[in-house]
């Protein structure tokens, strides 16, 4: 008996902490001065709140059928994977197309060549000319 | 517990939905609004997941997995066209 009471404590805390997350990682998203700043609300943020919605989800299942089940497992992964990802290609599309960024926010990645931050044309070999 | 815990989650991720559609339409460059799209579909499969647990099933799980695949695939595309100009070279 008890013990259905500590998890139904620990599925709760699970999924407010991941709305709070989920919140706070749009909250940055909208709230925030330039584009690289704004790229960090939704990268780390969003999915560590949803994690922890999908563990809620797995934990709850869990208690309820009696048995686990890897699917929530798996969207968890796919998004743990996918998310830096996207996130990479996603700040290189802004390093190429050069956006307008506040004074604080500089440096420049030193592994990029340079077509790929936007201060040389890209070569397309395939069309020719490069 | 769980009910209110439920409650306040879903009306977080719906907030967090309108903070996305606000940026998806102010969003002055176009890389803004992808991650507004990408941040979007993640907060589409929260929707997804706590609708599970509200209506106790798990009919809707594929849905999200299939939503968090097509997402990442699109966002890829769109950043591989802003990039180089062409998807598939």
Known sequence: ?130 | MLDFALTFSLATVVLALLLNVYRLAKGPDMPDRLLALDTMYVNAIALIVLMGLWLNTKTYFESALLIAMLGFISTVAVCKYLLRGDIIE
């Open chain 1, 1 to 130: 008996m008890t013990h259905y009471v500590i998890l139904e404590g620990v599925i709760a805390f699970l999924l407010m902490a991941g709305g709070a997350f989920v919140l706070i990682g749009s909250l940055g998203m909208a709230h925030l001065r330039d584009f690289y700043m704004r790229l960090h609300g939704p990268t780390k943020a969003t999915t560590l709140g949803i994690g922890c919605m999908l563990m809620a989800s797995m934990l709850y299942f869990w208690v309820v059928d009696g048995r686990p089940d890897a699917q929530e497992v798996l969207i968890t992964l796919f998004l743990f994977i996918t998310a830096p990802v996207s996130a990479h290609l996603m700040a290189k599309t802004g390093l190429h197309l050069q956006l307008r960024h506040v004074d604080k926010t500089q440096g420049r990645p030193f592994e990029l060549r340079k077509e790929e931050i936007g201060e040389k044309p890209v070569l397309h070999p395939d069309r020719g000319h490069g």
